[in-house]
T-cell receptor
Framework: AQTVTQSQPEMSVQEAETVTLSCTYDTSESDYYLFWYKQPPSRQMILVIRQEAYKQQNATENRFSVNFQKAAKSFSLKISDSQLGDAAMYFCAYRSGSNYQLIWGAGTKLIIKP | NAGVTQTPKFQVLKTGQSMTLQCAQDMNHEYMSWYRQDPGMGLRLIHYSVGAGITDQGEVPNGYNVSRSTTEDFPLRLLSAAPSQTSVYFC????????????FGPGTRLTVT
């Protein structure tokens, strides 16, 4: 069975600096998708970035980028120029290409220091 | 587009009571699902549906029922509430094609006393 592990329960970063959140996953499949979701105090789950396993290029969305290491089964999220609005829980999630269910990590709480 | 809507936002139940959490989406998504979120844990799948009339169990289905009579609606029923069902519940939906991004409702915070 697939698993997703986020080893950092909490991270903090100074405003305007860069922070990297870690995620590892375990799968024997070759076709899958990886996601980072953000959950601010409002509780709403918001998609931050997605990565298709067949794509070698790392996904980027404005200040958010990933480091996708397929062989190492690692999918870290880098947030550049951190802003106070980035404070939230961040969840890593895996989805098989043959199954529509998302497998979730336990989350990392990101604190932004002004 | 309203996206995914959930009602109610908050609910308090007594042990043994039943209730239905409502979920609706207006994006014509085939796939819909219910999750529960507990402190220190990621989301856990309760039930899901791949189309009208088709539902299946997820990781933690006990104590919950679902049905899907239309593409838009996917209600979650708590049959006899227990304190262990105190949680935040999310409904989500997605297309089958593409990267399968799931769109989430705002969640329902349920407390069972």
């Amino acid at each position: 069975a697939q698993t997703v592990t986020q080893s950092q329960p909490e991270m903090s970063v100074q405003e305007a600096e860069t922070v990297t959140l870690s995620c590892t996953y375990d799968t024997s499949e070759s076709d899958y998708y990886l996601f980072w979701y953000k959950q601010p105090p409002s509780r709403q789950m918001i998609l931050v970035i997605r990565q298709e396993a067949y794509k070698q290029q790392n996904a980027t969305e404005n200040r958010f980028s990933v480091n996708f290491q397929k062989a190492a089964k690692s999918f870290s999220l880098k947030i550049s120029d951190s802003q106070l609005g980035d404070a939230a829980m961040y969840f890593c999630a895996y989805r098989s290409g043959s199954n529509y269910q998302l497998i979730w990590g336990a989350g990392t709480k990101l604190i932004i220091k002004p | 587009n309203a996206g995914v809507t959930q009602t109610p936002k908050f609910q308090v139940l007594k042990t043994g009571q039943s209730m239905t959490l409502q979920c609706a989406q207006d994006m014509n998504h085939e796939y819909m699902s219910w999750y529960r979120q507990d402190p220190g844990m990621g989301l856990r799948l309760i039930h899901y549906s791949v189309g009208a009339g088709i539902t299946d169990q997820g990781e933690v289905p006990n104590g919950y029922n679902v049905s899907r009579s239309t593409t838009e609606d996917f209600p979650l029923r708590l049959l006899s509430a227990a304190p262990s069902q105190t949680s935040v519940y999310f409904c989500a939906s997605s297309y089958f094609s593409g990267s399968y991004e799931q769109y989430f409702g705002p969640g329902t915070r349920l407390t069972v006393t």
